[in-house]
């Protein structure tokens, strides 16, 4: 135990914010120290537990027992609310001294200047901080499209989430993106219906949509007391309670909670006792064990049910996310976040509720998956990693199963936004920051020792599940990475001196590695640097944090359209390649045909002809393969990448000695050969497209959109508003968001997202070909 527990605070007058250093001086062999790094300019409060009159032991504070931890994310569409919740829930629990604002720009997980300056959430923030003896590792998500893999990178490692919603608006179009990427990665969930303080807002219209556009099942936990201007509690439906909040305090901590009386609130009883006996009904219907409870002992009067008894049952039903509970309030106006931390701690999984089936392959060794990586310029790459099982300390030699190499984590770190409390040890179910991994990128697996990973490996193929070869062994005992969509932008980026070229790859570099949706490449025409990434407001932040970051002020090229290829018509070719190479001859003579492929593949579909033999591909099929993908990565209109198409490989003759690299050059060469044979096709992104616009403005939005060979599929009533679905080609929609602005003075939203890539027609192929050859 942890002796002559020392606490230090001083409070300097002068600054404007409070520094804390907590010492801690142990009878062990290592002296550990535990420091809060804190900027002036936001007043942070203690660490709750190190200081005042309840002081726990360090250990209970930096490893709290598994079962009290949540990992959580807050995940909703852009503007619901996420970051003024997160930025009460911190203030709540103790964790900040004043309330900070989205609008003013001085949020704590809004760090970066990019994020206060334009209001929105661009990097996921992690943030750790106590409530009620409960350890909340909590991460507030992006809403904006182009930055769907934040979202998507840290909903792999939660055990839980809060999707926040506009009470006004229901369910939009991304909360149904991150409300399938929760589904993807089975996260149990609670609804928070925010800004039932806004005109316009209705509780049953949200609730509706929930159960409508989610297909989910809400149960109803919470009852506004008022909407809009009128709002002013919530009715606690399981324990048929009000709770009012005082309107004269500013911050919102001090509220009132009263039992609804038949003397004083008669008709609010009558309305929280049907909704109490309806969610009991709800429960009931979807676990067993409930039900039973219920037609047994309670089956006449349902108010004598205890609160507990149907609490439990609510937790179990969310964990099988067979149902989400709701809650209501208003963050901005500081109403309902207390209740909904109570929830989270209630009714969201610990740790080790969730049913993760690689842990009984480590037996307690060291698992963790690293999730998002940071550079700091004094630190260096930050490693953001979620630990499965076993525990990680500061010194600790780890190795990176993905990479293969094996690292040494210098300092370790518990994360709050951009401040970090440097910790001695943390255990399985934590969320921590790592300090020193040079090589170790987002979704690496990470364990204690190579031995221990084969260790793992044998175990999961006694298991027998898989019987495909030795690298299926291995692949079980991968913790699943990130999927990373393909991009549908890129530009030229250009450095302002050939001399800082080397500067710019290494920000390129750093940046890749904190955002794997940024891709480089070099055109191999021009040799210029090519940004590709997931929209104009993407690349628009790269390129801000290029000259904020690293003091590069670059230039971007013209904004361009990822576009694809494919062949309408099946074609063959032939080709030889024979070359003399010292004293030896490389000879290769390949026939293929390529043809349209039945179903859409990005990919290639590669078959082979009965005559090119068994003997023949063990030796050269990876060659082969390597040649069709080479080839199919420029098509021969656009030097864009080709989809969509089958290749066969009807005849192959190597002559003994031949290098594989000449096999790949000649199966590479012949196949471009035969597509520009072929009758060849442009595919362009088709994007799906959410316009929410008021009545009076929705007849020059449509006329827009049709001018943008737009085809829209519905229009929807949404309140007071319509909410315009259809579909409309990427290369119609530069510079949107500023039309769309000047058509509804500002009073309109839209929402963009890839649906697929289809065909351009003859004329505007044409066009795009006389464009790109300069004709035009």
Known sequence: MLNNLRIFAMNHQKMSSLHINIMCCCKMRSFK??????????????LPGLMGDDIKSLHSVISPPIAKIRNIG?????????????????????YTRSLGDVDDGDTVTDFMAQERERGITIQSAAVTFDW????????DTPGHVDFTLEVERCLRVLDGAVAVFDASAGVEAQTLTVWRQADKHKIPRICFLNKMDKTGASFSYAVESIREKLKAKPLLLQLPIGEAKTFKGVVDVINKEKLLWNPNSGDGK?????????????????????ARNALIEQV????????????????????????????????????????????????????????????????????????????????????????????????????????????IKPQ?????????????????????????????????????????????????????SKSSALAAARRAE???????????????????????????????????????????????????????????????????????????????????????????????GPLQIAYRETILNSVRATDTLDRTLGDKRHLVTVEVEARPAETSSATPVIEYAESVTDDLLKVSQEAIENGIHSACLQGPLLGSPVQDVAISLHSLMIHPGTSTTMVSACVSRCIQKALKKADKQVLEP?????????????????????????????????????????????????????VLRTLTSGSATFALELSSYQAMNPQDQSTLLNRRTGLT
């Not at 120290?33 to 203690?46: A, T």
Request: proline share 6%; net charge negative.
């Open 33 to 46: 120290k535990l420091k809060l790094h804190v900027p002036p300019g936001r007043n942070y409060s203690s």
């Open 686 to 738: 088709l994007m799906k497209i959410e316009v929410t616009v008021t009545r009076d403005y929705l007849s020059p939005v449509l006329a827009d959109l049709a001018q943008r060979r737009g085809n829209i599929k519905e229009i929807q009533t949404r309140q007071d508003n319509r909410v315009v679905i259809g579909f409309v080609p990427l290369a119609e929609m530069m510079g949107y968001s500023t």
């Open 254 to 274: 001090d509220f009132e909670r009263k039992p609804l009386l038949a003397g004083s609130d008669p008709e609010l009883l009558k309305e929280t006792t049907e």
């Open 284 to 391: 009931a219907d979807l676990d067993d064990e409930f039900a039973e409870l219920v037609l047994g002992e309670f089956s006449e009067n349902f108010d004598m049910l205890p609160a507990e008894k149907l609490q439990t049952a609510v937790h179990r039903v969310t964990l099988a996310r067979t149902a989400v509970p709701v809650l209501c309030g208003s963050a901005l106006k500081n109403k309902g976040i207390q209740p909904l931390l109570d929830a989270v701690t209630m009714y969201l999984p610990s740790p080790e509720e969730r049913n993760y089936e690689f842990l009984q392959w480590y037996k307690g060794d060291l698992c963790a998956l690293a999730f998002k990586v940071l550079h700091d310029k004094q630190r260096g790459p930050l490693v953001f990693m979620r630990i499965y099982s076993g525990t």
């Open 74 to 94: 807050i995940m909703a569409h852009i503007d619901a609310g996420k970051t003024t919740t997160t930025e009460r829930i911190l203030y709540y629990s103790g």
């Open 462 to 556: 006694r298991e027998g599940e898989k019987q495909h070869g030795k690298s299926s062994e291995a692949e079980r005992i991968f913790l699943a990475g990130v999927e990373i969509p393909d991009p549908v932008f890129f530009c030229t980026i250009e450095p302002p001196s050939v001399a800082k070229q080397p500067d710019l790859d290494q920000a390129l570099k750093c940046l890749q590695r904190e955002d794997p949706s940024l891709k480089v490449k070099i055109d191999p025409d021009s040799g210029q640097t090519v940004l590709c990434g997931m929209g104009e407001l993407h690349i628009e932040i790269i390129h801000d944090r290029i000259k904020r970051e690293y003091g590069l002020e670059t230039y971007l």
């Open 132 to 139: 009620k003896g409960y350890r909340v590792n909590l991460i």
């Open 396 to 448: 600790l030699a780890i190795h990176n199963i993905n990479g293969n190499c094996t690292e040494r984590i210098s300092r370790l770190l518990l994360p709050f936004a951009d401040q970090h409390i440097e910790i001695p040890s943390l255990a399985a179910g934590n969320i921590a920051l790592t300090v020193g991994l040079k090589h170790t990128a987002t979704g690496d697996t990470i364990v204690s």
